[in-house]
């Protein structure tokens, strides 16, 4: 079993109240992340934000992430009761599901605010505290940590052809939905309770990754604020990518649904 070690982030000030004390569930989606759960929960509990809570949701990945989350879990519970939950599910339903789970679970557990990460330390935890700053301080009901603003970047190991897919991929889904936004595939971002309340989960359709631009588009047509703010997106750490081929269809035919279609009855 991992143990989880603390380490000194020496490079962030403390927070001062009422960030340090805000509700702020973060939920991460995991399908074979072994090589990465320990050192993400252990970089989130780093934070030194006491009211965070992690909520990992497993489609019963295969090499056991579902089994390590508990775990870690249970050193987490030890100290701070509650304060790390693992849901599992029992079939690997895509990315946009499991989110909506997660999502949920946040809420009913009274998240002022919510997180979503990768779970492959693509997304660096430690711009949590920056996000919420943010959210609090401009009002906004959705801060997205963006690759496509003034001083956000991509990792050095992605290549040309990638660079040029996630590009595409954001001129395709603004030139149909046209949305204030940048980085209109991100998956890091933090979410006002209210937001996510009024959005209704259960009316979200997307299963996959598309999941993404559908919650943007829904939460632009609310009329809430949107905020970007610059991140430096990291090539995962261990693992492989689960996009699949059904998945990127999906992607392609969403912003065309979104646009002309109706939404899933709540
Ligand atoms: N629970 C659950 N998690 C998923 C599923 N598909 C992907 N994930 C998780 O969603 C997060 C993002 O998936 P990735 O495979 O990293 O996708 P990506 O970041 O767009 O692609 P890469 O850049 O190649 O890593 C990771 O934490 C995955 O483990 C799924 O069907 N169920
Ligand atoms: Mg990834």
Same mark, same amino acid.
């Given at each position: 079993?991992?143990?989880?070690?603390?380490?000194?982030?020496?490079?962030?000030?403390?927070?001062?109240?009422?960030?340090?004390?805000?509700?702020?569930?973060?939920?991460?989606?995991?399908?074979?992340?072994?090589?990465?759960?320990?050192?993400?929960?252990?970089?989130?509990?780093?934070?030194?934000?006491?009211?965070?809570?992690?909520?990992?949701?497993?489609?019963?990945?295969?090499?056991?992430?579902?089994?390590?989350?508990?775990?870690?879990?249970?050193?987490?519970?030890?100290?701070?009761? $509650?304060?790390?939950?693992?849901?599992? %599910? =029992?079939?690997? *339903?895509? +990315? !946009?599901?499991?989110? @909506?789970?997660?999502?949920?679970?946040?809420?009913?557990?009274?998240?002022?605010?919510?997180?979503?990460?990768?779970?492959?330390?693509?997304?660096?935890?430690?711009?949590?505290?920056?996000?919420?700053?943010?959210?609090?301080?401009?009002?906004?009901?959705?801060?997205?940590?963006?690759?496509?603003?003034?001083?956000?970047?991509?990792?050095?190991?992605?290549?040309?052809?990638?660079?040029?897919?996630?590009?595409?991929?954001?001129?395709?889904?603004?030139?149909?939905?046209?949305?204030?936004?940048?980085?209109?595939? $991100?998956?890091?971002?933090?979410?006002? %309770? =209210?937001?996510? *309340?009024? +959005? !209704?989960?259960?009316? @979200?359709?997307?299963?996959?990754?598309?999941?993404?631009?559908?919650?943007?588009?829904?939460?632009?047509?609310?009329?809430?604020?949107?905020?970007?703010?610059?991140?430096?997106?990291?090539?995962?750490?261990?693992?492989?990518?689960?996009?699949?081929?059904?998945?990127?269809?999906?992607?392609?035919?969403?912003?065309?649904?979104?646009?002309?279609?109706?939404?899933?009855?709540?």
């Amino acid at each position: 079993m991992e143990t989880i070690q603390r380490t000194h982030v020496t490079d962030a000030p403390p927070l001062p109240s009422p960030w340090r004390d805000a509700h702020v569930a973060v939920v991460v989606p995991t399908y074979n992340e072994a090589g990465n759960i320990a050192e993400l929960t252990r970089r989130i509990y780093d934070l030194e934000m006491p009211g965070i809570r992690l909520i990992v949701v497993d489609d019963d990945s295969p090499d056991g992430t579902g089994a390590l989350a508990d775990d870690l879990a249970g050193q987490v519970n030890e100290s701070h009761p $509650g304060r790390m939950v693992v849901l599992h %599910r =029992e079939a690997k *339903e895509g +990315i !946009g599901r499991a989110y @909506v789970a997660g999502m949920k679970e946040a809420l009913a557990r009274g998240a002022d605010f919510v997180v979503q990460m990768d779970g492959d330390l693509s997304h660096r935890p430690e711009y949590i505290p920056r996000m919420l700053g943010t959210i609090m301080a401009a009002q906004a009901g959705l801060v997205i940590g963006s690759r496509y603003v003034p001083g956000g970047s991509l990792s050095a190991q992605w290549g040309r052809h990638r660079r040029l897919l996630s590009r595409f991929a954001g001129i395709y889904v603004n030139a149909i939905l046209k949305l204030p936004i940048r980085d209109v595939t $991100g998956g890091f971002k933090m979410w006002r %309770r =209210e937001v996510l *309340e009024h +959005i !209704g989960l259960n009316t @979200v359709r997307s299963d996959g990754y598309s999941f993404q631009v559908e919650m943007n588009h829904l939460c632009e047509h609310m009329g809430q604020s949107i905020v970007e703010i610059p991140i430096h997106f990291e090539e995962r750490r261990a693992d492989s990518s689960k996009i699949s081929l059904a998945v990127q269809v999906e992607s392609m035919l969403t912003p065309f649904a979104l646009r002309f279609g109706r939404r899933r009855r709540g």
